[in-house]
């Protein structure tokens, strides 16, 4: 694992029509390396990542299982089939027992014949080839350590390691390769376990496609073609699983927010009927935010959902003025013996929508006002804020037609009805 910490410059000093997006594709397509898998990532959000997750990459899967060797095909299958699939940037599998070991295996009756004991031959071994800390060399506020070893000619291939010389008690200089048998093989660079489980990662980035999205279509790949013996099964980590904890948080506090908004609004109005109202209008100020998300090319994340939420909140609240203005209006000409006839109901609807159009436009205008900025903003973390302002700016562009429009339509319609249940009643 190698890590490069790239510092941009101010985006005003970036080519023309250039993105974050394609900085990184390009930056990716130059960085072709044989062996070397890119991963691109914030430096803060990588931390975060692996302390929470362990996984480097926006989406990793955990492979379980006893045996390590079995872990790792599992992983290059997964690897060979998500490469191609749509929305892959790059993927790898770790490869669990891909670690290259010298291994010594000691004669005990060859060195006892040397009169030589294993911690003498291990000693060699330790001193000479791996290297032995002896000392420790103080320069003013610094320490180094000081270390023994063969240089590095002495110690580089299998050749040179037959020839490294064991000292015996009578001074004689023995060939290791008389005392011990070297042998090169393969063994686990690592061993990772989670729950005392064994497991392997395979790292996956992402490019041009929501986490959601892709995860769906990568867990029927590998269901469909990566075969996994008994005892051994996947889970899907990285941002995934922090989507999946949003998810089922969303699923909570999104019916818990309507909820009150129909709470606050029913103790306001003390009226089902305009409460009704008022909610039936939410669909049609969310519109806007949902086209500003498509418009934009934000995919659909918590920010958003949260940008969704507030806007919920607002669109609530215009609502209600628009029909304190209207009832204003409406019980006043009933007051004075003026609402007669449709037409009369016509007349004091429309009074009560133009009265409502100079608050409404402040409203508007003052909520975009204060959030333009951030739409315009390139600093640290604007990506998060612009994702929750977007959708609250394209609602208030519906939301103004919504309110003066749709609101005393229906509004319409409803007293209308009450006016003819009356005048059969009488």
Do not use: C
Request: a neutral charge; hydrophobic letters at 45%.
């Amino acid at each position: 694992m190698g890590e490069a910490s790239i510092v941009l410059k101010p985006e005003d000093e970036w080519p023309k029509g250039m993105t974050s997006g394609k900085l990184v594709n390009q930056m990716d397509a130059a960085l072709k390396i044989p062996g070397v898998s890119n991963s691109w990532t914030m430096p803060v959000k990588g931390r975060i990542d692996m302390l929470s997750t362990g996984i480097r990459t926006p989406i990793g899967i955990k492979v379980f299982g006893p045996d390590l060797n079995v872990i790792q095909g599992i992983g290059e299958q997964i690897e060979d089939n998500l490469r191609n699939l749509p929305g892959t940037r790059n993927v790898y599998a770790e490869r669990t027992v891909s670690g290259y070991y010298e291994d010594f295996t000691i004669n005990r009756d060859a060195i006892a014949r040397y009169g030589l004991t294993v911690a003498d031959v291990e000693d060699v071994i330790e001193t000479a080839i791996g290297g032995k800390n002896i000392s420790t060399t103080i320069e003013g506020r610094e320490r180094f350590p000081v270390d023994v070893r063969y240089l590095r000619d002495f110690r580089t291939d299998p050749q040179s390691l037959d020839r490294v010389l064991v000292s015996t008690p009578n001074g004689a200089q023995i060939p290791i390769t008389q005392l011990a048998t070297i042998r090169l093989t393969m063994g686990p660079p690592v061993i990772k376990t989670e729950g005392a489980v064994p497991l392997g990662y395979v790292y996956v980035d992402v490019a041009g496609v929501d986490v959601g999205t892709y995860v769906q279509k990568a867990m029927r790949v590998v269901q469909q073609k990566v075969t996994m013996p008994p005892g051994y099964y996947l889970e899907w980590s990285g941002q995934w699983e922090y989507m999946q904890r949003a998810k089922q948080t969303l699923k909570y506090v999104i019916p818990l927010t309507l909820l009150i908004i129909v709470v606050l609004l029913y103790t306001n109005f003390k009226s089902s009927a305009k409460t009704l109202i008022v909610m039936l209008s939410l669909p049609f100020a969310l519109v806007g935010g949902i086209w500003l998300i498509f418009l934009l090319g934000y995919n659909t994340s918590v920010a958003v959902w949260v940008g969704f939420i507030a806007l919920a909140g607002v669109a609530a609240e215009t609502g209600v003025v628009m029909i304190v203005y209207l009832d204003e209006v409406y019980d006043r000409r009933v007051r004075e013996g003026t609402m007669r006839s449709s037409r009369d109901l016509y007349d004091a609807i429309i009074e009560g929508a133009v009265m409502r159009v100079r608050p409404k436009m402040m409203t508007v205008t003052a909520i975009i006002a204060g959030l333009l900025p951030i739409m315009w903003s390139s600093g640290t973390g604007a990506d998060v804020m612009k994702r929750v302002a977007a959708p609250m700016v394209g609602g208030m562009v519906t939301s103004t037609i919504l309110t003066l429009i749709v609101i005393p339509v229906i509004y319409e319609m409803w007293r209308s009805w009450q006016m003819r249940h009356a005048s059969i009643e009488r």
